[in-house]
């Protein structure tokens, strides 16, 4: 589907005339990323191109780095956006490669729908992605899913393997497995026993603070300080502001569906091993929940995978940018 050249913000037409304009609102990022970061490195300033897109009526913020293709098209998971990727984007655009960073509906930049009791769900990802990779005529890219993202990831893939160049995946799940654990928020949020409870933290600023405390330190459970500082300098200010911006309903819908989506997933293994494309799965080690474990269950589900590790918790796009930069290139 080819989406009307109105409804994006930024048309392919005029990247180069953006590209000026971009890189002043790129280096506006940086400065956004210092001062959350308190003190820690802000990404290199790159051109960027802004897109609106349209999907079932809805808006998908879209950032897209001009580069050689394949494009890397990188998706977020829960409770975060793309700005996880703002440290690790530039290495990829200095590189010159391609590059598209979005929010799904109602994280980060994109819509957030007013519509009372809007189904967010895990096919509507999907059909988000689908939707930014045919307004941005993506021929052949590389899908990039990390924790959430990963099922949009190997779902989009499997459905349409002659658009993917390979696939990515970064301390995600997929299917039902002994290696499977879920954080604590997740399980709250996805029991339907306990679903009072969790409208009540997300109806109490405080109980969600206290949640979200308690989760942050677990996921830094294994972690070494230099790590510490920038999961608190860097990815829980992103955490906290996209709840502020109103992500906490699509957060409960999607979390209470988690477990159905691994469900339906089981049950796409044999087209998951019948996937031709190769796929590289990059770790992080120091994961608490989505361990290295988990990793190879999924990686065993696929007749051309590898995984390569990294030393570094959940969100390794933040703790080591470079080296994951590094080994997403290796694989051009």
């Keep these: 589907m080819t989406h009307p050249a109105d409804q994006i913000l930024k048309s392919r037409r005029d990247m180069l005339c953006a590209a000026a304009g971009g890189l002043v609102f790129s280096l506006a990022i940086s400065k956004r990323a210092a001062a959350a970061s308190g003190g820690l490195e802000p990404p290199m300033a790159s051109a960027v191109v802004e897109h609106h897109i349209m999907h079932d009526g809805h808006m998908v913020y879209a950032r897209e ?10 998706m977020h998971g829960f409770p975060d956006n793309l700005h996880i990727y703002d440290y690790v984007v530039p290495y990829l655009a200095k590189a010159g490669r ?11 930049q994109s819509e957030k729908i007013t519509q009372k009791n809007y189904p967010y769900t895990f096919e509507q990802q999907v059909g988000d992605l689908a939707a930014v990779a045919d307004a941005l005529k993506l021929d052949k890219f590389v899908p990039v899913g990390h924790d959430a993202g990963g099922p949009c990831a190997i779902n989009y893939s499997i459905d349409h393997p002659d658009r993917v160049a ?3 995946l970064m301390n995600c799940y997929y299917a039902e497995s002994p290696t499977l654990r879920l954080p604590e928020i997740i399980e709250v949020f996805g029991d339907p026993g306990l679903k009072d409870l969790a409208q009540e933290f997300l109806n109490t600023p405080e109980m969600m603070n206290w949640l979200l405390t308690f989760q942050d330190n677990h996921f830094q459970a294994k972690m070494p300080p230099a790590l510490k500082d920038r999961f608190t300098g860097i990815l829980r200010p992103i955490v906290r502001d996209n709840f502020a911006s109103g992500a906490g309903p699509a957060f409960r819908q999607m ?3 988690v477990r159905e989506n691994v469900a339906y997933n089981t049950t796409r293994l044999p087209d998951v091993r019948k996937f031709a494309p190769k796929v590289t799965l990059i770790w992080g080690t120091e994961d608490p929940y989505l361990t290295p474990e988990a990793a190879d269950a999924i990686a065993a ?3 051309h995978a590898t995984v390569k590790s990294v030393e570094a918790g959940h969100w390794l796009i933040i703790d080591k940018p470079e080296g994951v930069a590094r080994l997403l290139l290796a694989e051009a």
Excluded: E, H, I, K
Aim: glycine share 6%; with cysteine; aromatic share 24%.
């Design 166 to 168: 390979w696939l990515c």
């Design 98 to 108: 391609r590059v598209v960073v979005f929010d799904f509906l109602v994280f980060g």
């Design 301 to 303: 589900n696929f007749p």
């Design 255 to 257: 979390t209470s569906q």
């Design 65 to 74: 780095y001009p580069g050689q293709d394949p494009a890397y098209v990188m």
